[in-house]
T-cell receptor, first 116, second 112 residues
Framework: DAGVIQSPRHEVTEMGQEVTLRCKPI?????LFWYRQTMMRGLELLIY????????DSGMPEDRFSAKMPNASFSTLKIQPSEPRDSAVYFC??????????????FGPGTRLTVL | GQQLNQSPQSMFIQEGEDVSMNCTSS?????WLWYKQDPGEGPVLLIA?????ELTSNGRLTAQFGITRKDSFLNISASIPSDVGIYFC????????????FGTGTRLTIIP
């Protein structure tokens, strides 16, 4: 079975450019998560969706970041304009949803973003 | 924001040794989780703990949910080369909210 799919795997861009990261969750999963991982701040949740609706976006750094989930099989994380401090590995994860005490989050391979 | 303090930050051990790491928080969590991350990949769930005092094993891995609900530990027995990686604890504050707070990570290296 295909796991969480992220694209691109690597992105190098210049400061000020728009960056769009893409994620396809595991089929049948109802929740989707965007995380950012850096050496300084570790692994942080940016935003998560349940049934395509944003539930918690308290981790989104600032207005330059936006995330959408137009349907159950696709989500984007956009940074506009990008800055060097946005350089990080961005992970997408999905789970079955909020029913029960905890549903495992399955992580994608990540997108390594470098902003010059 | 929420902080999970994980220790040690790194460990250098020989194959066959046992490993112990722990995680503490200033807040009470309903669920504690342990993840492992291999280079170039996303984290993978190892063990989930749901009740204070719970002790759960997964092969050579054993984890416990602290009685105060503010801490957890992970033990790995008889380490092998594939145990190399970064181990993260994570906590879920309340049921129904899937937001996880991750620890700072423990990097495990096995010396040949």
């Amino acid at each position: 079975d295909a796991g969480v799919i992220q694209s691109p795997r690597h992105e190098v861009t210049e400061m000020g450019q728009e960056v769009t990261l893409r994620c396809k969750p595991i089929s049948g999963h109802n929740s989707l998560f965007w995380y950012r991982q850096t050496m300084m701040r570790g692994l942080e949740l940016l935003i998560y969706f349940n049934n395509n609706v944003p539930i918690d976006d308290s981790g989104m750094p600032e207005d330059r970041f936006s995330a959408k989930m137009p349907n159950a099989s696709f989500s984007t994380l956009k940074i506009q304009p990008s800055e060097p401090r946005d350089s990080a590995v961005y992970f997408c994860a999905s789970s079955l949803g909020a029913g029960g005490p905890y549903n495992e989050q399955f992580f994608g391979p990540g997108t390594r973003l470098t902003v010059l | 924001g929420q902080q999970l303090n994980q220790s040690p930050q790194s460990m250098f051990i020989q194959e066959g040794e046992d490993v112990s790491m722990n995680c503490t928080s200033s807040s009470i969590f309903n669920t504690w989780l342990w993840y492992k991350q291999d280079p170039g990949e996303g984290p993978v769930l190892l063990i989930a703990l749901y009740k204070a005092g719970e002790l759960t094993s997964n092969g050579r891995l054993t984890a416990q949910f602290g009685i105060t609900r503010k801490d957890s530990f992970l033990n790995i027995s008889a380490s092998i080369p594939s145990d190399v990686g970064i181990y993260f604890c994570a906590g879920q504050l309340r049921f129904g909210n899937e937001k996880l707070t991750f620890g700072t990570g423990t990097r495990l290296t096995i010396i040949p």
